[in-house]
């Protein structure tokens, strides 16, 4: 400690000193080390703790900690008429830093810097500080080594970083990393792959990329089911950090703050390919004279006489079913499966017909996956600027 500083700034060191490591500094004096340099030796309220005894983190520690009150001296010595009126450079300033103190360093660096008028320039290898200072929107610089010179990293964040630091390409950092999809079933699942379908064919790679961060969970659960289940706090904070996309006809309970969000129209997927393809049949859309429709034999003579009287049937099992007594129960939502099951192909074709012919829904639905995609990223370790605007 230099002693032209007033004892009111040495009485700031040691509170800030003891602030972070617990230890109380006590009868302090400047050593002279081979006339090279100049520390700082002193005694403390532990016993066997003293300046010849503390890590080499606390050491520099310490160091850091009086740079840091001799610029704030100086900020309070003069009339200050700059942005900046002093630069703190520090070079490895996680060296042997505990990565706690790291991060509480960090934080002083960042109320001194609005307080005084210091600006930080450090250097760094510690992924955690890194992370840190990301997360408190600092402007982190980093250099590549490529050998033969020093490359800039364009829109740097950790994700690169860490890449980079590994030796790793692009590729092998997300392996064994996704985003669990939960959907109601199976026919939900063909939608949503229509749909992804129709982003790739839109956004090229850019969505192609977010697509292969996905994964859609091969599991039947209702929508009530679901719903609930999005609802649990605990879960949310934990284990949960997944997307829930229910069906249309559950889209009033839908929440994004729950990780929720329902398919495009207001129905199930079976119920709105029934009514749609109906649609086409009755106003002699331009679908039944699509080349790849008319070569897979889905002609519109082979929808009326083929597929239309196994959705027209439902209604009347159904209504069979009252008559008898029976139970009706999910019926309706059975029947509707194996009919969209029996002729799957068919109506995925339909299924993206009416996408791309409801174009404001289906982007309705991108914006809201993407804000959802951007909530649950960093859970799981994937960097939210993998889905760029």
């Given at each position: 400690?230099?002693?032209?500083?007033?004892d009111?700034?040495?009485?700031?060191?040691?509170?800030?000193?003891e602030?972070?490591?617990?230890?109380a500094?006590?009868?302090?004096?400047?050593?002279?080390?081979?006339?090279?340099k100049?520390?700082?030796?002193?005694?403390?309220?532990?016993?066997?703790?003293d300046?010849n005894?503390?890590?080499?983190?606390e050491?520099?520690l310490?160091?850091?900690l009086?740079?840091l009150?001799?610029l704030r001296?100086?900020?309070?010595?003069?009339?200050?008429?700059?942005?900046?009126?002093s630069?703190?450079?520090i070079?490895?300033?996680?060296a042997t830093?505990?990565?706690?103190?790291?991060n509480?360093l960090?934080?002083?660096?960042?109320?001194?810097?609005?307080?005084y008028?210091?600006?930080?320039?450090?250097?760094s290898?510690s992924?955690s500080?890194?992370?840190y200072?990301?997360q408190?929107?600092?402007?982190?610089?980093?250099?590549?080594?490529?050998?033969?010179n020093?490359i800039?990293?364009?829109?740097?964040?950790i994700?690169?970083i860490?890449?980079?630091l590994?030796?790793?390409?692009?590729?092998?950092i997300?392996?064994?990393?996704?985003?669990?999809?939960?959907?109601?079933?199976?026919?939900?699942?063909?939608?949503?792959?229509c749909l992804?379908?129709?982003y790739?064919?839109?956004?090229?790679h850019?969505?192609?990329?977010?697509?292969?961060?996905?994964?859609?969970?091969?599991?039947?659960?209702?929508?009530?089911?679901?719903?609930?289940i999005?609802k649990?706090d605990?879960?949310?904070?934990?284990?949960?950090r997944?997307?829930c996309?229910?069906?249309?006809?559950?889209s009033?309970?839908?929440?994004?703050?729950n990780?929720?969000?329902s398919l495009?129209?207001n129905v199930?997927?079976?119920?709105?390919?029934?009514?749609?393809v109906?649609?086409?049949?009755k106003n002699?859309?331009?679908?039944?004279?699509?080349?790849?429709?008319?070569d897979?034999?889905?002609t519109?003579?082979k929808y009326?006489?083929g597929i239309r009287?196994?959705?027209?049937?439902?209604q009347?099992?159904?209504?069979k079913?009252?008559?008898?007594?029976?139970?009706?129960?999910?019926?309706?939502?059975?029947l509707?499966?194996?009919?969209f099951?029996?002729?799957k192909?068919?109506?995925?074709?339909?299924?993206?017909?009416?996408i791309?012919?409801?174009?404001?829904e289906?982007?309705?639905?991108?914006?809201?996956?993407r804000?959802?995609?951007c909530?649950?990223?960093?859970?799981?370790?994937?960097?939210?600027?993998?889905?760029e605007?």
């Open positions: 400690m230099k002693k032209q500083l007033p009111e700034y040495f009485e700031i060191i040691r509170n800030l000193y602030e972070f490591t617990g230890v500094i006590q009868n302090e004096e400047v050593q002279e080390m081979g006339n090279i100049k520390r700082t030796k002193f005694s403390t309220n532990t016993e066997g703790i300046s005894t503390i890590s080499s983190g050491d520099n310490l160091i850091i009086t740079a009150i001799s001296y100086y900020y309070e010595q003069i009339t200050s008429e700059r942005n900046t009126e630069i703190l450079l070079d490895e300033v996680d830093l505990h990565p706690a103190y790291q509480k960090w934080d002083l660096f960042s109320e001194y810097a609005d307080k008028k210091i600006k930080f320039i450090c250097t290898h992924l500080l890194l992370e200072a990301f408190r929107k600092s402007n982190v610089i980093y250099l590549l080594d490529n050998i033969t020093v800039k990293m364009e829109d740097a964040d994700y690169k860490k890449m980079y590994n030796n790793q390409i692009k590729e092998d997300y392996i064994n990393r996704s985003i669990p999809i939960f959907t109601e079933d199976e026919e939900a699942r063909v939608f949503l792959n992804f379908d129709y790739e064919r839109k956004y090229g850019k969505f192609q990329t977010v697509r292969g961060l996905f994964h859609l969970v091969s599991v039947n659960i209702s929508g009530d089911a679901l719903v609930n999005f649990d605990k879960l949310l904070r934990s284990t949960m997944s997307i996309i229910v069906d249309g006809d559950k009033s309970q839908h929440r994004l703050e990780y929720t969000i495009p129209g199930s997927p079976e119920e709105l390919v029934f009514h749609y109906e649609e086409l049949f002699d859309s331009d679908f039944w004279t699509d080349r790849t429709i008319v897979l034999g889905y519109k003579i009326r006489d009287p196994e959705i027209q049937n439902i009347s099992t159904i209504d079913q009252k008559d008898l007594g029976a139970s009706i129960k999910g019926l309706k939502r059975e509707n499966k194996k009919v099951n029996q002729n192909r068919f109506f995925e074709f339909v299924m993206k017909k009416w791309s012919e409801h174009e404001q289906s982007e309705y639905f991108y914006k809201n996956l804000i959802l995609f909530k649950v990223s960093e859970f799981h370790d994937i960097s939210s600027k993998e889905w605007l």
